[in-house]
């Protein structure tokens, strides 16, 4: 007996494609966006981004409201709030096999109820992270993954954050005051790296990449000895992919 050749994988693969192009085109919106324009920037046909516009409503990963499409609450559990616990116990083996991958400490940090919460990191002795001399939450205007949360606040949340947590230097490199500060973050381009050198810490320097996921404000983000400077933006670049993948896998179990 003949076994018909199994073509459901290519097809079920593009489609997966199409829908997480979709899918990403949605989260970059945070106040959603219509079919067409969805359609445009996922690069798909108006029909068949309507088929996979359904399908994601119906499976929950979106939702529509007055005529315009924003993540579903199946898509928010993805990324939604934990427990500190399960956040590290959730991120602790991507980001021990991305320091492996990489050779440099990963960091995952969120922004939550008004302040930077560094969630998860992970180093060894031969790639140390950076040791936390001054908090973290109050000092994101100098590390990079809070620059990168903050660049991702609009500017009453921004300003409300730096009143709570004035800027101010702390090493012979970082920003001088507030409107410096505010002035490079209005520089920075959507999704491009945040690199900080030496600002939080001597010898260090650091590259953070925004995560789009939803409405949660997150960053992820790697930091190299300052001799090994020539490493950051090819394994910042390296670890956006790595993330990109993750995110995606999430995204297999719907079906097409």
Not at 151 to 168: F, G, M, Y
């Amino acid at each position: 007996m003949t076994t018909a050749p199994n073509t459901a994988a290519p097809t079920l693969i593009g489609s997966v494609q199409r829908a997480l192009r979709l899918l990403e085109a949605v989260g970059a919106h945070r106040d959603g966006a219509p079919a067409k324009q969805l359609a445009r920037e996922a690069g798909l046909p108006l029909p068949t981004a309507y088929h996979l516009l359904r399908t994601l409503t119906y499976e929950g990963y979106l939702r529509r409201e007055n005529g315009v499409f924003l993540l579903g609450a199946a898509a928010e559990r993805l990324v939604g709030e934990r427990s500190p616990q399960m956040c590290r116990s959730r991120m602790t083996e991507p980001l021990e096999r991305w320091r492996d991958a990489i050779g440099a400490p990963v960091y995952c940090a969120v922004y939550r109820e008004g302040e930077i919460e560094l969630v998860a990191v992970a180093d060894d002795p031969a790639t140390p992270a950076v040791t936390e001399w001054a908090s973290f939450r109050e000092t994101g205007h100098a590390h990079a993954f809070g620059q990168c949360l903050l660049s991702q606040l609009d500017e009453k949340a921004r300003e409300d954050h730096l009143d709570r947590h004035p800027v101010r230097p702390l090493t012979p490199y970082s920003v001088k005051d507030r409107a410096e500060f505010l002035d490079r973050l209005r520089s920075l381009r959507r999704l491009e790296p945040v690199i900080e050198r030496q600002e939080y810490a001597l010898g260090t320097v650091c590259a953070a990449i925004p995560i789009t996921a939803g409405f949660t404000v997150a960053a992820m983000a790697i930091s190299v000895p300052l001799e090994q400077e020539d490493r950051l933006l090819p394994a910042v670049e390296q670890l956006r992919g790595e993330v990109a993948n993750l995110l995606r896998s999430f995204v297999f179990s719907i079906s097409i």
